[in-house]
């Protein structure tokens, strides 16, 4: 009966994506319903993952599906951390459809059930568990970094109605969707670590070396920060990255 | 009790005649004083009004006032005092203190100004329960619509621009070109959001200095830009140079020691004192004197159309006072009737008290008491509710007559 959990969340998501829509003719009523929307269903989801959890004997996320689920459940999760913040709202804008078309096809694939996951172990729970935590992180600097480039673009052009909308600073999307990597880069190597811990001599595939290069890729992308690559650059590089990660991912970890 | 309101404002009285009626914070306590309870002074450069809560000649006293203030421009005054009366006047004052009657719609100064007469009124419950709904009126409005949320003048679009860059402006560092009146205007605008002016820069540096001081300021020539470009926030640029003062290169420069900082840029002079082209650098905004007048025009259309959100929340407002205010008619109706039951009580219990130990007639108060607490508080609820309609008065009278609470009908 849990499992029917995922049909609140979808739809609260929904509304979420559609409200925001609404956010961008001005704050107000839109807004507050896109907030409530999260919040429903987040808790709604949360309440599906923790029946998944307790029904399953062993690791329930382990399909690309059930994978999809968790990694939404992480995104609006991080989200949740600022974006109900009135200034910070219409990043809900980039990362509500998301979450909802990911929501959706992760039901479609069957990773909202309660079917029983596979025994895999702890170690490759928490490999799993840390990685998506660290995708989620990137998904969210991501959705900075459109929304960085949106507004930059807006102020560039000096549109009329650049105080109509509620945008968070330049520099505080900046400096956030920074963090947001940062933390993602830490959840990535504590799951590299962890799954390295049953690595054997010949495991070595595609998967592991594309996530590397996105490690890498990321890093990069800090570094060239520091030294001065801020704003619009550091925003393109960070959509260009997420990019990889959005596409080449899936297709490493889950085509086989 | 009613509600009056005799007042002047900006919409049909001149400057010289609400001049003549303004009065200080002192004054307005003691006029508020001299009035009696209840009455509320409330005048800012925009209005002085009257609100006096009161059952007799409330009217006469209040443009008896007006007019004794205005002295040799009472009849002027005469032909612009507006007067309301309850309902009209409660709204008044809410869609005042949701700056709905400004003139720009939705400033915030009017809402402290509210309080603060508020505070120095001589008020009792009337106009305490009205003020208190209408400080409440112009928070809601303001949280609830972006009414004030959009700057209102060029140099207050300059600041607004720079909290859209800049996370928080506390200490970031201004550079002002130009010492003249619309410099100035800016850089006080962008330091009440707690920005700090570097330096300001003039052709004549005497008039630098001037408003250096002013702000803690270094002064200097225009020709000493190179190194406070690279390290400014903001630059502010309206001198009366009829060449350009800051031209791209400088700014690209400039740039290249910001290590990606963003830079606002705001040109206020007529012509131009920074290139246009600088907009096309990676990390600069610059917004000229057009643009910035276009961000206003938007902003005041929406600050009109979230005015009629607004008004919306004030009519709400206005219908719950309204409610409430009726609900005061049936108060004595409510009072004569608990009086009544209770006076029954009281001698029941006289009457019995002989047949009675100590005990039980504690005991026996107890629970009448209780009983009729439980038995009058839907009347009274119900009551209260049909006060706000229109057949209210029907209900108390109805009660009245039922219980025989008129006048000389009361019996025990």
């Known amino acids: 009966m849990s499992e029917l959990l995922v049909v609140p969340a979808l739809l609260a998501y929904g509304e979420a994506a559609f409200a925001y829509a609404g956010e961008l003719r001005g704050p107000g009523l839109a807004g507050r319903l896109a907030t409530w929307g999260v919040r429903l269903g987040w808790v709604a989801q949360t309440a599906l993952l923790v029946g998944q959890a307790t029904s399953a004997a062993g690791f329930p996320w382990g399909t690309w599906a059930g994978s999809l689920n968790l990694f939404v459940w992480l995104v609006v999760g991080a989200y949740l951390i600022w974006g109900c913040k009135p200034r910070y709202r219409l990043l ?97 190597a504590l799951g590299i670590g962890a ?27 800090l570094v060239l920060r520091h030294e001065g690559w801020r704003g619009r650059r550091a925003a393109l590089l960070n959509l260009a990255g997420f990019g990889l990660v959005a596409i080449v991912l899936p297709l490493t970890h889950f085509a086989s | 009790m009613r509600l009056t309101l005799v007042g002047v404002s900006h919409h049909r009285a001149p400057i010289e005649l609400r001049e003549r009626v303004a009065l200080d914070s002192g004054r307005a306590k003691d006029l508020a004083a001299e009035l009696g309870r209840e009455a509320v002074v409330l005048s800012t450069c925009n209005r002085t009004e009257l609100y006096l809560a009161r059952d007799d000649e409330a009217e006469e006293l209040a443009v008896g006032t ?4 205005a002295g040799d421009r009472a009849a002027d005054l005469a032909s612009v005092l507006y007067r309301l009366g309850d309902d009209a006047a409660a709204l008044h004052l809410f869609r005042v203190a949701a700056g709905l009657d400004s003139l720009v719609p939705g400033e915030g100064e009017i809402l402290g100004q509210v309080r603060s007469a508020f505070e120095a009124g001589s008020t009792g419950p009337f106009l305490d329960r009205l003020f208190r709904q209408a400080l409440h009126t112009g928070r809601r409005v303001r949280v609830e619509t972006a009414i004030a949320e959009s700057p209102a003048s060029v140099p207050a679009a300059g600041a607004a621009l720079a909290q859209q860059v800049f996370e928080n402006l506390d200490g970031k560092s201004v550079l002002l070109l130009g010492a003249g009146k619309m410099s100035e205007l800016t850089a006080r605008n962008l330091v009440s959001r707690g920005v700090h002016i570097a330096a300001v820069a003039n052709r004549t540096l005497d008039h630098a200095r001037e408003l250096a001081e002013a ?60 290139d246009p082209a600088i907009n096309e650098l990676d990390g600069c905004f610059l917004y000229d004197v057009d643009d910035l007048e276009a961000v206003v025009a938007e902003t005041m259309s929406g600050r009109r159309s979230e005015a009629a959100r607004a008004e919306q929340l004030v009519a709400a407002e206005a219908d719950r006072f309204r409610d409430w205010q009726a609900s005061l008619d049936v108060v004595p109706t409510i009072a004569s009737l608990r009086a009544l039951v209770e006076e029954i009580r009281d001698s029941e219990l006289a009457r019995a008290g002989s047949r009675l130990s100590e005990n039980e007639r504690r005991n026996v108060e107890s629970v009448t008491s209780q009983i009729l607490a439980k038995l009058l508080h839907l009347p009274t609820i119900r009551m209260k509710e049909a006060a706000a309609a229109a057949d209210g008065v029907v209900y108390a009278d109805v009660v009245k007559h039922l219980f025989g609470l008129e006048e000389g009908e009361r019996r025990a």
């Open chain 1, 92 to 188: 809900g804008l980039a990362v509500m459809p998301v979450a909802a078309v990911l929501l959706a096809l992760a039901w479609a694939g069957g990773g909202t059930g309660l079917e029983s996951g596979a025994d895999s172990g702890f170690v490759l729970a928490i490999h799993v568990g840390l990685m998506l935590a660290g995708f989620a992180s990137l998904t969210l600097a991501a959705g900075m970094a459109a929304l960085y480039v949106w507004q930059e673009r807006r102020l560039k052009r000096h549109e009329r109605r650049v105080l109509r909308v509620r945008v968070p600073p330049l520099d505080a999307l900046d400096r956030l969707a920074a963090r947001s990597i940062l933390a993602g880069l830490v959840l990535l």
């Open chain 1, 195 to 221: 799954g390295a811990s049953r690595f054997e001599r010949g495991d070595l595939d595609a998967a592991m070396i594309v996530t590397s290069a996105i490690l890498a890729l990321y890093v990069a992308l």
């Open chain 2, 66 to 69: 007006l007019t004794a203030l």
């Open chain 2, 215 to 274: 702000f803690g300021a270094r002064a200097l020539g225009l020709d000493e830009l190179t190194g406070e470009l690279e390290t400014a926030d903001v630059v502010v640029a309206s001198t009366n140079s009829r060449e350009t003062i800051v031209s791209k290169a400088d700014v690209a420069a400039a740039l290249r020691a910001r290590k990606g900082r963003p830079l606002l840029l705001v040109d206020l002079a007529v012509p131009r004192d920074l």
